[in-house]
């Protein structure tokens, strides 16, 4: 069964004070989509990132592509 409401979470790595973004990984089979927000403004937007585009940046995240923040 799909559900078309996001559910939202965030990673266990996250612990930086507040500087997080949320998932909603349980779109990705039903919509081709992982719809992304910031953690701070659960209220403001959401960007939806095709589920090719995002695996393609963990990826890239897992790879070191993007150096340290």
């Known amino acids: 069964m799909t559900t078309e409401t996001p559910l ?3 990673s266990s790595y ?3 004070g507040g500087q997080c973004i949320e998932i ?3 779109l990705l089979a ?3 989509i992982v719809p ?3 953690s ?3 209220d403001g937007p959401v960007v939806d990132v095709r ?3 995002f695996a393609s940046f963990v990826n890239g ?3 070191g592509r993007f150096g340290t923040v």
């Open 51 to 53: 589920a090719d585009a």
């Open 30 to 32: 039903a919509r081709g």
């Open 40 to 42: 701070k403004r659960p």
């Open 24 to 26: 909603a990984a349980n």
């Open 8 to 10: 939202w979470f965030t």
């Open 14 to 16: 996250s612990n930086n």
């Open 36 to 38: 992304v927000r910031d």
């Open 61 to 63: 995240l897992k790879a």
